[in-house]
């Protein structure tokens, strides 16, 4: 059973698509139950993964990356995440914001922080959400305060992928105080990982995607060059916006390949186990149970690859880009509450690949930017 085929996937991405498939099976797959078991960073899966081209591949070929757009990063991560989810998120959080320092840094932000990770000799982080704020860009008080020639920072950060083990990170932070603009209120900086002032501990075991590292940041009195704004003062919400456009098309491919995933291990399952006198499969609500997770995982399918087109057209990029992170996401979860059910008791056994899928669900719903967020996105920007 081959889900991810490539039958929806643009000509000019099937070829990344393949590149995935083949370096997902021969090096994530194999090593998933490994690193999920051990909590443990990926180091040795990240540099294959760099070896292979397959790390910042959103960096342009300008910067030493591949110059991936919207359709091969789907492509790609479709694959990754069909494999294992953890390590999957693990090597696309390699270079996740380094698209805003491509897309709105100085030439001088380019070639120091940008082109290092292109050429995977670095990797970054995004550091935006806050322990007490959850979802709300607009209520983030992470502080920035200019002093001569340094931004002083001060606050935390939290949910800060490889906060810990990147060397710089793109951060989110207060600038003012407009109660008339509050969204005008916030901007961007790059903020090395040795900088005094910045302190990171990982955050305690999650229950999945074990594989991937989050943070929690202390900025104490942190200070920066003044050139490490990105862009201008008061532009981080709008930069934040139009990245999380693209970011939840992605995070629609986390829910597809886990979806994928789900459902073939219960395929497989059920098509070689006995109950009752009878192959499993052969009972009526068994093959309606697979049904529906088959419908549902097209239609969220079709609906992804329709809103990568929408935001890399332009078209009301918001509005499909979360409706598009809500479907899959959603699909992915009850797909592997399905496949858990029919694996019976054997569900629970973190042996089984389906386990880890069932935990693994759980998380894309709630990262860029929880579903419950989604949905009044959707209805905001729905054409009236």
């Known amino acids: 059973m081959d889900l991810l085929d490539e039958s929806v996937v643009p000509k000019h991405a099937r070829d990344v698509k393949a590149e995935a498939r083949e370096f997902a099976e021969e090096y994530i797959a194999p090593n998933a139950e490994r690193y999920y078991r051990s909590g443990e960073y990926p180091w040795e899966v990240l540099e294959a993964a760099m070896d292979a081209g397959l790390v910042a591949g959103n960096v342009g070929e300008e910067y030493g990356g591949r110059g991936f757009d919207l359709h091969q990063l789907l492509a790609l991560t479709e694959e990754f995440y069909r494999a294992d989810a953890g390590i999957a998120l693990t090597l696309q959080l390699a270079s996740f914001g380094a698209d805003m320092i491509e897309e709105y840094g100085s030439d001088e932000q380019k070639e120091e922080y940008l082109r290092p990770v292109g050429e995977n000799e670095q990797i970054t982080g995004l550091a935006v959400s806050e322990p007490e704020t959850g979802s709300d860009l607009a209520g983030m008080q992470t502080r920035a305060e200019k002093e001569g020639d340094e931004w002083v920072l001060n606050g935390e950060k939290y949910w800060v992928g490889n906060g810990v083990e990147a060397d710089w990170v793109t951060l989110y932070a207060r600038?003012?105080?407009?109660?008339?603009?509050?969204?005008?209120?916030?901007?961007?900086?790059?903020?090395?990982?040795?900088?005094?002032?910045?302190?990171?501990?990982?955050?305690?075991?999650?229950?999945?995607?074990?594989?991937?590292?989050?943070?929690?940041?202390?900025?104490?009195?942190?200070?920066?060059?003044?050139?490490?704004?990105?862009?201008?003062?008061?532009?981080?919400?709008?930069?934040?916006?139009?990245?999380?456009?693209?970011?939840?098309?992605?995070?629609?491919?986390?829910?597809?390949?886990?979806?994928?995933?789900?459902?073939?291990?219960?395929?497989?399952?059920?098509?070689?186990?006995?109950?009752?006198?009878?192959?499993?499969?052969?009972?009526?609500?068994?093959?309606?149970?697979?049904?529906?997770?088959?419908?549902?995982?097209?239609?969220?399918?079709?609906?992804?690859?329709?809103?990568?087109?929408?935001?890399?057209?332009?078209?009301?990029?918001?509005?499909?880009?979360?409706?598009?992170k809500v479907k899959s996401t959603e699909v992915a979860t009850d797909c592997a509450e399905r496949g858990m059910q029919l694996h019976g008791g054997r569900s629970v056994l973190l042996e089984n690949r389906i386990s880890r899928v069932y935990r693994d669900v759980r998380i894309p719903v709630i990262y860029e930017g929880a579903n419950e967020i989604q949905r009044n996105l959707v209805y905001r920007q729905s054409p009236s």
Not at 196 to 215: F, L, T
Not at 312 to 317: I, K, P, Q, T
């Open 175 to 324: 600038t003012g105080d407009d109660e008339t603009d509050r969204y005008g209120n916030f901007s961007m900086f790059v903020v090395p990982t040795d900088t005094d002032g910045y302190e990171a501990e990982h955050i305690p075991e999650k229950m999945g995607m074990r594989a991937s590292k989050q943070a929690h940041i202390v900025l104490d009195d942190a200070r920066i060059p003044a050139e490490n704004l990105v862009g201008h003062e008061g532009a981080g919400f709008y930069m934040l916006a139009e990245f999380f456009n693209h970011g939840r098309v992605a995070v629609g491919g986390h829910g597809l390949g886990l979806a994928a995933a789900a459902i073939e291990e219960a395929w497989d399952f059920v098509h070689g186990r006995n109950a009752f006198g009878r192959q499993v499969n052969e009972f009526q609500a068994v093959q309606h149970s697979l049904a529906d997770m088959r419908l549902e995982f097209e239609s969220a399918r079709a609906l992804n690859w329709r809103a990568a087109d929408k935001v890399a057209n332009g078209d009301r990029g918001g509005f499909w880009a979360s409706m598009t």
